[in-house]
């Protein structure tokens, strides 16, 4: 059978394939469509598995809010290129309202519950995707809260999502806002572990600049030392980015409380391959 570019064409903006591998697909299946895109998908999957120990640190956080519930999700790939892909996009801001919808209990829940759009697993439409896109895609982290919620994404690095106990939106955009420019860890003082007040008093006491102070006045120094810290890590605590004279707990007295939030930065936490690119053409040149 003769296989025209147009079949190809069609093959490639179903797929995603590249020119040969669709042309190849075809050839094989005797110009069936269905069955060329399914041999290119077991291909795609295939290599794809071959791609799970690449580093993944770029991606996007996205979230998505319906009735109450809310979601924030991370899902990394390997490059930028990628991330700003509108079909990487379409998926995982997809995946968050999937997750709202579903509300897995974890990631293994997450990943056999079958997706309305794309009528897969999700664990297979990853695996799509990683056909598709050419990159290791993995679904880091998620979380749902719910309640009186508000979220904020700033350019899919950095993700906030916020329960209250009253649906005040403009104050609580403001408050997530603040939440991703200044970064707490704790809504109030009550959250910190005993655990982190301990390591910080070590870390302060054992500094130099208090090596010949008394142990009385040192153990004083130190402890305004961690009241500063801890309070620089309670959202409650914090000047407001906006009127830095107000705390957030004045800026919300009798309005309403903060339950909970969420504060993901993409990728924190993992280590980025450091590319050396000379070297790298140094290497393909040599073999």
Known sequence: ????????????????????NAKNALEQTNGDMEKAM??????????????????????????????GVGAIVE????TDFVAKNED????????????????????????????????????????????????????????????????YVHNGKIGVLISAS???????????????????????????????????????????????????IKAKIVEGRVNKLMSQRCLLEQPFVKEPDKTIEQLINGKLTINSFVRWTLGEGIEKRQDNFAEEVMSQMVH
């Open 1 to 20: 059978m003769v296989i025209s570019a147009s079949m190809v064409k069609e093959l490639r903006d179903k797929t995603g394939a590249g020119f040969m």
């Open 38 to 67: 399914e041999l290119l998908r077991q291909k795609g999957i295939a290599s794809a598995e071959k791609k799970q120990n690449r580093i993944a640190a770029e991606g996007l956080v996205a979230s998505y809010i319906e009735n």
């Open 75 to 78: 899902v990394n790939c390997e």
């Open 88 to 151: 990487f996009k379409s998926f995982v801001n997809g995946l968050a309202k999937h997750i709202v919808e579903t509300k897995p209990k974890d990631m293994d829940a997450l990943n056999s519950s079958v997706c309305k759009k794309c009528n897969m697993k999700i664990e297979d439409a990853v695996k799509d995707k990683i056909a598709t896109i050419g990159e290791k895609i993995s679904i880091r982290r998620y979380k749902i809260l719910e309640g009186n919620l508000s979220t």
């Open 166 to 216: 009253a649906d005040d939106q403009a104050l609580l955009k403001d408050i997530a806002l603040h939440i991703a420019s200044s970064a707490p860890e704790f809504v109030s003082r009550k959250e910190i572990p005993q655990s982190v007040i301990e390591e910080e008093t070590r870390i302060e006491m054992g500094k130099e600049d208090l090596a010949k102070k008394p142990d009385n």
